[in-house]
């Protein structure tokens, strides 16, 4: 307690002199002057033993330590009342992985952290660059390649598409399981391709009534195993006919009822996606 009072003592002397330097206009002076006695009241906050021991991260998953420590700049023995809490969080959030952080004294020598970290949500691919990206669609790191069942999303906006696009995919959840990656063509709408990105079917959706265009082929894969079939694309972007495009010597025999409203039309010349 006494230290404790020599200390405040001395807070107030350092603030009766700064009154004084300011009327005769010697800023440079009392910024010094402020600066020392700061350090100094801390070296004093430290020596009572308000200094910091021990630094404990809440949430951590993908960010590394050694990051955290060095963002933060602090050691053990740091006068814990030194720690500018607001600028340790900023400077967290600058991370990768931190979507936000809290920073939190603990007096007396304790400082702790949480923090929540992005969940990735889709595999970025623009050439040869592979970006993983969170659902609002806010690139997280660069990887070397596919990293495990994340779906490959392709285009220049395709990740601020892609939570909405698979909102809609988890409707049917059966064809989603076998979606291996999303295209955005022409920044309107996505081709979706199954089972295999380089030779699985390509499902080309329109750029209005997703959901409905969906839920349509959801009907055609119960009722006719539309995915099983030797099809290279399934056209999905007229409401009233279904267009499969067929592979090299395929047959179009999908068994699939030709009403008014869904007619199966087979061709085999490639098309340009648009």
């Known amino acids: 307690m006494r230290r404790l009072a020599i200390l405040f003592g001395a807070t107030a002397v350092v603030g009766a002199a700064t009154l004084g330097l300011r009327a005769s206009d010697r800023w440079p002076q009392i910024t010094?002057?402020?600066?020392?006695?700061?350090d100094h009241m801390l070296d004093m906050t430290a020596m009572a033993g308000l200094r910091l021991e021990a630094l404990t991260v809440e949430g951590r998953v993908n960010t590394d330590p050694d990051d955290i420590l060095a963002l933060m700049d602090i050691e053990r023995g740091t006068p814990i009342l030194s720690?500018?809490?607001?600028?340790?969080?900023e400077a967290l959030e600058t991370l990768p992985w931190?979507?936000?952080?809290?920073?939190?004294?603990?007096?007396?020598?304790?400082?702790?952290?949480?923090?929540?970290?992005r969940t990735a949500y889709a595999l970025w691919q623009r050439g040869?660059?592979?970006?993983?990206?969170?659902a609002s669609g806010h690139s997280i790191v660069d990887v070397p390649g596919q990293i495990g069942e994340l779906p490959l999303i392709v285009g220049s906006d395709a990740p601020a598409h892609a939570f909405e696009l698979f909102e809609v995919l988890k409707t049917a959840p059966d064809l989603l399981s076998r979606v291996r990656g999303a295209v955005r063509?022409?920044?309107?709408?996505?081709?979706?391709?199954?089972?295999?990105?380089?030779s699985g079917i390509a499902v080309r959706l329109p750029e209005?009534?997703?959901a409905e265009a969906w839920a349509r082929?959801?009907?055609?894969?119960?009722?006719?195993?539309?995915?099983?079939?030797?099809?290279?694309?399934?056209?999905?972007?007229?409401?009233?006919?279904?267009?499969?495009?067929?592979?090299?010597n395929g047959a179009a025999t999908t068994g699939a009822p030709k009403t008014t409203d869904q007619r199966l039309n087979a061709t085999k010349s490639v098309k340009q996606d648009v």
């Open 32 to 38: 010094s002057l402020y600066t020392n006695a700061k």
């Open 83 to 89: 720690i500018n809490v607001t600028e340790a969080r």
């Open 98 to 117: 931190v979507k936000s952080a809290q920073v939190e004294r603990q007096l007396p020598g304790a400082v702790h952290v949480v923090i929540e970290e």
């Open 128 to 134: 040869k660059r592979y970006t993983l990206i969170d």
């Open 185 to 198: 063509i022409g920044e309107r709408r996505w081709n979706i391709h199954f089972d295999s990105f380089e």
């Open 208 to 210: 209005v009534g997703v």
């Open 217 to 248: 082929l959801a009907t055609m894969q119960r009722e006719h195993s539309l995915l099983e079939r030797d099809l290279s694309a399934i056209d999905l972007r007229l409401p009233d006919r279904l267009i499969v495009q067929l592979n090299k």
